[in-house]
């Protein structure tokens, strides 16, 4: 069974920044894809950002170069660095891992909030 712990988030000023951290365990793959996506209230999921067990990354535009992913396999944990956060960044973080084609097996975090104050 796989399991996804997050821990980091909270409020702070725009301008400051946080860091979240998602530990996996489990039977895990080890191709596979760690990402974090957010989530308000009587919204979709969204993606922030994702990157591969080979390091591949990808960002969501309203991030791009605010935002760091970073991962250590070793550990099986990603992370993100989120910097100059503003106030539309405020949205509770959910970190995702996933691998495989056909099925597609998916795991969620527990989720956290980051609450940004102007």
């Known amino acids: 069974q796989v399991q996804l712990v997050q821990s980091g988030g909270g409020l702070v000023q725009a301008g400051g920044s946080l860091r979240l951290s998602c530990a996996a365990s489990?039977?895990?793959?080890?191709?596979?894809?760690m990402g974090w996506y957010r989530q308000g209230p009587g919204n979709q999921r969204k993606l922030v950002a994702f990157?591969?067990?080979?390091?591949?990354?990808n960002y969501t535009d309203s991030v791009k170069g605010r935002f760091t992913i970073s991962r250590d396999n070793a550990k099986n944990t990603v992370y993100l660095q989120m910097n100059s956060l503003k106030p539309e960044d405020t949205d509770v973080y959910y970190c995702q891992l996933s691998w495989g084609f056909r099925p597609v097996y998916t795991y969620w975090g527990q989720g956290t909030q980051v609450t940004v104050s102007s």
């Open positions: 990157i591969t067990s080979g390091g591949i990354t």
């Open positions: 489990g039977n895990i793959f080890r191709l596979n894809s």
